[in-house]
């Protein structure tokens, strides 16, 4: 895929959200032929045969195509581990391989770390095993209190009170 054409591709189905590739409106197809730098005349001075292969061919070069980029995360995975580290930190995987190699083992490990834990995302994984392997303290926090004392009163409530509410808990600047 040629550099940018991912933007360029977004920018076109930004400028014509309604139309199908496959059935594609006359200014649609002449964009995309002459985003793909084809001659966009070609719709209206050429047969239909050179028109839709001018089309085809600039679609091939200009739809994004991700597909290489599954395998080598199916093929590598240090790959995916790093792309994994890089959705967790909001940078891209070119930024993350700018940092020195000390600082990129170090997310990975941190990584590997909290992905290392139960289902619930709470307690080790060795704690799911062998319970004497942790030690669990009892320590109270009012943002659970409050959560636990509202899914109390929405216990009993209507189907409709509950169904698709979620508790969100935030820290209220002081």
Do not use: N
């Not at 839709?52 to 080598?72: C, E, G, S």
């Amino acid at each position: 895929m040629a550099q940018g054409t991912r933007r360029v591709w977004a920018d076109l189905r930004f400028t014509h959200p309604a139309v199908d590739p496959a059935e594609p409106t006359d200014e649609f197809a002449q964009a995309v032929i002459a985003a793909a730098g084809g001659d966009p005349d070609v719709w209206e001075t050429g047969g239909e045969r050179d028109a839709l292969t001018a089309y085809q061919r600039a679609l091939r070069d200009l739809v994004p195509d991700h597909t290489w980029a599954v395998d080598a995360l199916a093929r590598d995975p240090l790959l995916a581990l790093e792309v994994e580290v890089c959705a967790d930190l909001g940078i891209s995987h070119d930024a993350f391989l700018d940092w020195p190699e000390r600082s990129q083992d170090l997310a990975i490990a941190r990584h590997i770390r909290h992905a290392d834990v139960c289902p619930a995302g709470r307690h080790p994984r060795e704690a799911m095993t062998d319970p004497d392997a942790v030690d669990i303290h009892r320590v109270y926090c009012a943002a659970c209190a409050r959560e636990h004392e509202l899914d109390e009163r929405l216990k009993d409530a209507a189907p409709d009170m509950t169904v698709g509410w979620f508790t969100e808990v935030r820290r209220v600047p002081r």
